[in-house]
Structures are given as structure tokens and as C-alpha cells.
């Protein structure tokens, strides 16, 4: 092999390499499932109640926003019933090279977490947190795990200084029918 042959060779790979380290064709495939409209059944630290989820892009696709409610009926936590909402965005971190999404919730509880290449897999997307505006929770994890192209189930998760992770919140959600 020549000499410019095998520099040839090396530039190809070189840019090959390269190519797979950048940004992904396209970094929103692993949540593209998620855009539309959901309904489900939620358990967790508040009861038993029922969620709607909706999710969509926007400012020229470089954003996934989230909206969702729950609503909770008079039951032994709360005698009057009560609801809850909460947003979150999802964008592309050109410099983590990662989905980042940062959730905001009524009971002023936000936070950053950022997708886990190590912890998801292509139906289970792992993301932890990098941020968080409460005190009393030094870590938090929201996983959406894909069942099928019509439903998935949403685990919430935080863990105090120095304990484990325990699950707040679980939703099972499958796409609303138009």
C-alpha cells in the first residue's frame, strides 16, 4: 500500500470516528415516541389517581415540551381531592452530546437530569438528575419505559443524602386515541 493510500485510509477512518462521536443523525429518535397525547393511571407518595400528558415540539423543533396533570380524588391523603401539574423540556446539549431535560413542578420541586447512556436501553430511557432546586433531595431519576408504540409507564424516583432511591411516583400512560 502507498503511502498516500494509507493516509487516505487513515482520513476515512479518522472522519468515520469522528462522525460517530458528533451528534447523533438524529438525537431526539429515543423520545420521538413520546410527541402526542396520553392518559394513564398514576400511584405514588399523593394516592391514587388518573394523569393526562402531552407532548410536542416547538421553537422549530429544538425543544420536546411536556405538559401533564393529575388529578387525585378525595381520598385518606387528601380528603378534598387535589391536582397536580407540571412542565418539562426536553432539548439536545450539543456540548454534553446528550438529551437534557429539565422539569418543573407545581410544588416548586425542579430540577435537570440528563439521559444515562450507561443506565437506559432502546425501550428504557434513564434520566438523572444533574440539578436540583429542593433541599431535602440530593438526587432524583425519571425513567419512561417503552411498551409498545401506544404505551409506556413513567417512574419518578429520589433518593435523600445518603439513601437509596424510592419511587414517588409510577404512571402507566397509553396514547389517547384522536
Same mark, same amino acid.
Given at each position: 500500500?502507498?503511502?498516500?493510500?494509507?493516509?487516505?485510509?487513515?482520513?476515512?477512518?479518522?472522519?468515520?470516528?469522528?462522525?460517530?462521536?458528533?451528534? !447523533?443523525? =438524529? @438525537?431526539?429518535? @429515543? $423520545?420521538?415516541?413520546?410527541?402526542?397525547?396520553? /392518559?394513564?393511571?398514576?400511584?405514588?407518595?399523593?394516592?391514587?389517581?388518573?394523569?393526562?400528558?402531552?407532548?410536542?415540539?416547538?421553537?422549530?423543533?429544538?425543544?420536546?415540551?411536556?405538559?401533564?396533570?393529575?388529578?387525585?380524588? !378525595?381520598?385518606?391523603? /387528601? !380528603? =378534598?381531592?387535589?391536582?397536580?401539574? /407540571?412542565?418539562?423540556?426536553?432539548?439536545? =446539549?450539543?456540548?454534553? *452530546?446528550?438529551?437534557?431535560?429539565?422539569?418543573?413542578?407545581?410544588?416548586?420541586?425542579?430540577?435537570?437530569? $440528563?439521559? +444515562?447512556?450507561?443506565? +437506559?436501553?432502546?425501550? *428504557?430511557? $434513564?434520566?438523572?438528575?444533574?440539578?436540583? =432546586?429542593?433541599?431535602?433531595?440530593?438526587?432524583?431519576?425519571?425513567?419512561?419505559?417503552?411498551?409498545? !408504540?401506544?404505551?409506556?409507564?413513567?417512574?419518578?424516583?429520589?433518593?435523600?443524602?445518603? *439513601?437509596?432511591?424510592?419511587?414517588?411516583?409510577?404512571?402507566?400512560? *397509553?396514547?389517547?386515541?384522536?
Amino acid at each position: 500500500m502507498t503511502k498516500l493510500a494509507r493516509a487516505l485510509a487513515c482520513l476515512i477512518g479518522t472522519a468515520a470516528v469522528v462522525q460517530a462521536q458528533g451528534a !447523533p443523525s =438524529d @438525537p431526539w429518535a @429515543p $423520545v420521538r415516541f413520546l410527541v402526542g397525547e396520553w /392518559h394513564g393511571a398514576i400511584t405514588g407518595d399523593q394516592g391514587t389517581g388518573t394523569a393526562t400528558r402531552r407532548y410536542r415540539f416547538i421553537l422549530s423543533g429544538q425543544f420536546l415540551q411536556e405538559r401533564s396533570m393529575a388529578s387525585f380524588p !378525595p381520598q385518606p391523603l /387528601h !380528603p =378534598d381531592g387535589t391536582v397536580a401539574s /407540571h412542565a418539562s423540556f426536553l432539548a439536545y =446539549d450539543t456540548a454534553r *452530546k446528550a438529551l437534557v431535560f429539565r422539569l418543573l413542578r407545581q410544588e416548586a420541586f425542579s430540577g435537570t437530569f $440528563v439521559l +444515562s447512556p450507561t443506565q +437506559s436501553q432502546p425501550t *428504557k430511557l $434513564v434520566f438523572e438528575s444533574v440539578q436540583l =432546586d429542593s433541599a431535602a433531595t440530593s438526587k432524583a431519576r425519571e425513567t419512561f419505559e417503552q411498551i409498545s !408504540p401506544e404505551a409506556y409507564v413513567e417512574t419518578f424516583e429520589v433518593a435523600e443524602a445518603g *439513601k437509596p432511591f424510592s419511587v414517588r411516583s409510577r404512571i402507566q400512560f *397509553k396514547r389517547r386515541q384522536p
